[in-house]
Structures are given as structure tokens and as C-alpha cells.
């Protein structure tokens, strides 16, 4: 079974940067769907991001648009978001997901925050 492994979370002030890592423990080439997600204590766990099986098609959330940034390395079986301009806002737990499906569908079950796979998360924390 799939599995995810996140990293890369940490404490930033306003306006910095992060990279975030998901590691999948499978080939993710060619098959899986991936996105990124966040939640906080007080809000339901919204998407941020999500990419097609090869790349190709991306999708962000307006609030993280031009902000941030979803690309994966099938090589390394590597789902990536690059968080710049960090906002207080951003501050959350931010989780990895994975859907074995075209890029449709896989926008579907992203928009129900209901992908097939999940990690455990990472925190990311900004501060004013």
C-alpha cells in the first residue's frame, strides 16, 4: 500500500520561504495524481495544490497563487511545494496525498479533499 512521508515543515517569519517534500514509498511515474493540502485547528482541510501524473497540468488555490508552487520528481518519487511570501495565514498542518488516476477525476476527489492516500503531515508555522 501506498505510503507518504512529508517533510520540511518548520517556523518562518512573514515573507519567508519553505520547500516542503513528500516521499512516496512506490513508483509515482505515470499513475498517481498527487496535492497538497493544509488544515488548521479552526478550518476543514482545504487543497492547495494539486499536479497530473506527468507534470503537465497544475492547479492552485487562489490564496496560494503566485506564491507557491506543486511539482514532483518521479525519479525520486518526490511530491514538492515551494511556499514563498509566507503569510501568518499559511500557518497550518500541511499534508501530502495521492490518487491513482487522470488528471479529471483526480480534480474531483481534490476538491472533496477525498484522494485515495495520505500522509501524516507536516507542521509549517508563520509568525508576524
Known amino acids: 500500500q501506498m505510503q507518504l512521508v512529508e517533510s520540511g515543515g518548520g517556523s518562518v517569519q512573514a515573507g519567508g520561504s519553505l520547500r516542503l517534500s513528500c516521499e512516496a514509498s512506490e513508483s509515482t511515474g505515470g499513475v498517481y495524481c498527487m496535492a497538497w493540502f493544509r488544515q488548521d485547528s479552526a478550518k476543514e482541510r482545504e487543497g492547495v495544490a494539486v499536479?497530473?501524473?506527468?507534470?503537465?497540468?497544475?492547479y492552485h488555490d487562489p490564496s496560494v497563487q503566485d506564491r507557491f508552487k506543486i511539482s514532483r520528481d518521479d525519479d525520486k518519487n518526490t511530491l514538492y511545494l515551494q511556499m514563498d511570501s509566507l503569510k501568518p495565514e499559511d500557518t497550518a498542518m500541511y499534508y501530502c496525498?495521492?490518487?491513482?488516476?487522470?488528471?479529471?477525476?483526480?480534480?474531483?476527489?481534490?476538491?472533496?479533499?477525498?484522494?485515495?492516500?495520505w500522509g501524516e503531515g507536516t507542521q509549517v508555522t508563520v509568525s508576524s
Open positions: 499536479i497530473s501524473t506527468g507534470g503537465g497540468t497544475t
Open positions: 496525498a495521492a490518487e491513482p488516476s487522470l488528471f479529471t477525476h483526480c480534480f474531483e476527489r481534490f476538491r472533496e479533499a477525498a484522494l485515495g492516500y
